[in-house]
Nanobody, 126 residues
Framework: QVPLVESGGGMVQPGDSLTLSCVAS????????MGWFRQSPGKEREFVAA????????YYLDSVKGRFTISIDNARNTVYLQLKRLQVEDTAVYSC???????????????????WGQGTQVTVSS
């Protein structure tokens, strides 16, 4: 059983919007926080956004602040990433991840997440 399943990716034009969803199964929904990362060909996987499990605090990569919004629905074990004013540079595979018990110490580091989804492709092209 895949611990986290993302959906919502697609091919869009610059300036368009998308909303990504990530559904957690079983016990893979973190008690601490959830995050989104992205990876482009030839590049390291990078942090995009994270949110505490109560939704009280959010964190963003500087280049997406004001354009992307992370939110959470605990009743549905689902975390969302709303992407607006998409740019060609946002093209990547977007993956969600479930924070470990060490997550509060560094929400931007891949090593502090214990479950990962397989990702959903977002392609921004004119």
């Amino acid at each position: 059983q895949v611990p986290l399943v993302e959906s919502g990716g697609g091919m869009v034009q610059p300036g368009d919007s998308l909303t990504l969803s990530c559904v957690a199964s079983g016990d893979t929904f973190s008690k601490y926080g959830m995050g989104w990362f992205r990876q482009s060909p030839g590049k390291e996987r990078e942090f995009v956004a994270a949110i505490t499990i109560n939704g009280g605090s959010t964190y963003y990569l500087d280049s997406v602040k004001g354009r992307f919004t992370i939110s959470i629905d605990n009743a549905r074990n689902t975390v969302y990433l709303q992407l607006k004013r998409l740019q060609v540079e946002d093209t990547a595979v977007y993956s969600c991840a479930s924070g470990s018990d060490k997550w509060p110490y560094n929400v931007r580091s891949r090593g502090f997440y214990e479950y990962w989804g397989q990702g959903t492709q977002v392609t921004v092209s004119s």
